[in-house]
């Protein structure tokens, strides 16, 4: 059965170092979208993305962060110059689209950890 | 913008016995209401999902139920089995955006033997 796969699947850094948190969609999956879990507290959406563009972002989003699909199966998100709150689990989900498609398939997320 | 009150945060039951996990929304426009279960150390994973236009789904041992009136739907686990012991989020989204869903805080339900 296809999944989501995401690597690393624990990221250490530093404060101020750049990371960047990768992904593989399903393959025919269209929406693409990025969520953040700080430990023990509720999945928070962060953006979406659609035919190459960021869709919809929250206000978490801010200009630190960004997300790319460089090629047609990775999709990451790139944190620039990471703080202390952003350690959480990063989870990636895809969609396949069609107006009847709304159930988000999840990957297993990575760690991250900001030091 | 949307919000999704989860109840209760914790819920123990018996083996065999029923669960129910209760969720509130803020939006009217929300239209489509999933289920997940997370598992240690996993991604959440879809366990059932309801459509505004439908007041009951079932699977199985699992339910679903919406009241749009009220603005709240319930997961409803029936015959609770030891693995059916995780965290279960419930979310809302409408499909006129871009689907983002917006979580409920969680349940950890620990299910004794």
């Known amino acids: 059965e296809p999944e989501v796969t995401q690597t690393p699947s624990h990221q250490v850094t530093q404060m101020g170092q750049e990371v960047i948190l990768r992904c593989v969609p399903i393959s025919n999956h269209l929406y693409f979208y990025w969520y953040r879990q700080i430990l023990g507290q509720k999945v928070e959406f962060l953006v979406s993305?659609?035919?190459?563009?960021?869709?919809?972002k929250s206000e978490i989003f801010d200009d630190q962060f960004s997300v790319e699909r460089p090629d047609g199966s990775n999709f990451t998100l790139k944190i620039r110059s990471t703080k202390l709150e952003d350690s959480a689990m990063y989870f990636c989900?895809?969609?396949?689209?069609?107006?009847?498609?709304?159930?988000?398939?999840f990957g297993p997320g990575t760690r991250l950890t900001v030091l | 913008g949307e919000n999704v009150e989860q109840h209760p945060s914790t819920l123990s039951v018996q083996e065999g016995d029923s669960a129910v996990i209760k969720c509130t929304y803020s939006?009217?426009?929300?239209?489509?209401f999933p289920w997940y279960k997370q598992e240690l150390g996993k991604g959440p994973q879809l366990i059932i999902d309801?459509?505004?236009?439908?007041g009951e789904k079932k699977d199985q041992r699992i339910a679903v139920t919406l009241n749009k009136t009220a603005k709240h739907f319930s997961l409803h686990i029936t015959e609770t089995q030891p693995e059916d012991s995780a965290v279960y989020f419930c979310a809302a989204t409408f499909s006129g955006s871009a689907r983002q869903l917006t979580f409920g805080s969680g349940t950890q339900l620990t299910v004794l033997p």
């Open positions: 993305f659609y035919n190459n563009e960021i869709s919809e």
């Open positions: 989900a895809s969609r396949p689209g069609t107006s009847f498609d709304n159930e988000q398939f």
């Open positions: 939006d009217s426009a929300s239209n489509y």
């Open positions: 309801i459509r505004s236009n439908v």
